[in-house]
Each structure stands twice: as structure tokens, then as C-alpha cells.
């Protein structure tokens, strides 16, 4: 199986930068994605990694690293609208479905 | 579009009660699944179906039930609630091709289950 950890909680202030880490464990997966989600309303999908590196999109960036079996979402120009909870997920080698294993979620702060 | 939708979207139930709850996309995607969330504990998935007609236990699948009769629709059913099952429970659909790459899942609104 997958298991992926993430902080609980991250504080930063607007217009800063902030990274959100997660660490996973698993045999084999396609890729890292990471999801946003406000309060009381539903994940939507932020970005995904299928190889080492970094993937720009607009604020967000998002970086893999297999050999560490690590990842992190970075959030630059942070704007109130950005607090959330962020969540990472993987896709295993095994069964079908496209079925992901999620993170336990960070839910991010942003302080004027 | 109206992309997925789930109905309820609030439900307080008494312990031993049934109940259904709907999801339907129009997107056409042949890929469906159901999670509930709890407080830290990030998403976990119940139940998925990978096309109409067919379906699949997840990580939680105890207590439920879930039936694909047609692609647009995907019935969760809990037979007898019990209290552990208060949740808010979120439908996806995807791709079985194209976006499928980027682990990409399209997600419902949300039913806030209380079972009392």
C-alpha cells in the first residue's frame, strides 16, 4: 500500500512564500498530485508530478524527488484566498481505477 | 456542465436508519469513487466503480454499499447507520484515459452525514 505525510498546519503571512512538504512511502506509484480544498467545499486539482524536477503553474510550483520519496507544493505571492487545505496523493502500480491514496492534509494559514 | 452533484447535501440520520446517496456526472467519464473525509484524516475511499455495471471495495468499504446501474450515476448506500459513519462524504469521477495521467479527479460538492 501508499502512505504519504504531510504537516498539519503551516502559518505564513501575505505575499510570502511557503513550501508544503510530504514524504510518502510506497512500492511504486505514477506520479505525485497535489489538491486544494476550502472550507466546506470540495478537493480540487492544483498540479502532478510524474517525474523528477520542478512543474510551474502560475503561483504554484510543485517539485518530485523519487530517489527521496519526496515532494513538496510551493505557494509564492501568498494571497488570503489561498487559505486552505492542501492535500498530496499518488496513484499505486497496482489494480486499476486510477485509484489515489491521499495525504492527511495541511491546512495553510494566511495572516495579513 | 454542471460537472458532478451529489444529493443530499445535508442529512442527520438515527442509528440503524438506511438511506442513498446520490452522485451523477455529466462529463461522460467512465471512472467513479466514493470517499469520506474525516477530521485529520485526509480522504479515504469506500467504494469505485471503473465502468457501469461493475464495482470495487476500497480502503473503507465496511458498512456500505454501492451500485453503478447507469455511467452517470453512482449510488452509495449505508443499510444501517451507525454513529462511526458520520462523515462528509465526497463523490469523484475521472478519465479512464487523457487526464487519468495527471492522477487528476473531478470531485462533488459534499453530503454532511450525522448520524445520531
Known amino acids: 500500500g501508499q502512505s504519504l505525510e504531510q504537516p498539519s498546519e503551516v502559518t505564513a503571512v501575505e505575499g510570502a512564500i511557503v513550501q508544503i512538504n510530504c514524504t510518502y512511502q510506497t512500492s511504486g506509484f505514477y506520479g505525485l498530485s497535489w489538491y486544494q480544498q476550502h472550507d466546506g467545499g470540495a478537493p480540487t486539482f492544483l498540479s502532478y508530478?510524474?517525474?523528477?524536477g520542478l512543474e510551474e503553474t502560475g503561483r504554484f510550483s510543485s517539485f518530485l524527488s523519487r530517489s527521496d520519496s519526496y515532494g513538496y507544493l510551493l505557494l509564492q505571492e501568498l494571497q488570503m484566498k489561498d487559505s486552505a487545505s492542501y492535500f498530496c496523493a499518488v496513484r499505486g502500480l497496482t489494480g486499476g481505477g486510477n485509484k489515489l491514496t491521499f495525504g492527511t492534509g495541511t491546512q495553510l494559514k494566511v495572516e495579513l | 456542465n454542471a460537472g458532478v452533484t451529489q444529493t443530499p447535501k445535508f442529512r442527520v440520520l438515527k442509528t440503524g436508519q438506511s438511506m442513498t446517496l446520490l452522485c451523477a456526472q455529466d462529463m461522460n467519464h467512465e471512472y467513479m469513487y466514493w470517499y469520506r473525509q474525516d477530521p485529520g484524516m485526509g480522504l479515504r475511499l469506500i467504494h469505485y466503480?471503473?465502468?457501469?455495471?461493475?464495482?470495487a471495495k476500497g480502503e473503507v468499504p465496511d458498512g456500505y454499499n454501492v451500485s453503478r446501474l447507469k455511467k452517470q450515476n453512482f449510488l452509495l448506500g449505508l443499510e444501517s447507520a451507525a454513529p462511526s459513519q458520520t462523515s462528509v462524504y465526497f463523490c469523484a469521477s475521472s478519465y479512464s484515459k487523457g487526464t487519468i495521467i495527471r492522477n487528476e479527479q473531478f470531485f462533488g460538492p459534499g453530503t454532511r452525514l450525522t448520524v445520531l
Open positions: 508530478n510524474a517525474l523528477d
Open positions: 466503480s471503473v465502468g457501469e455495471g461493475t464495482t
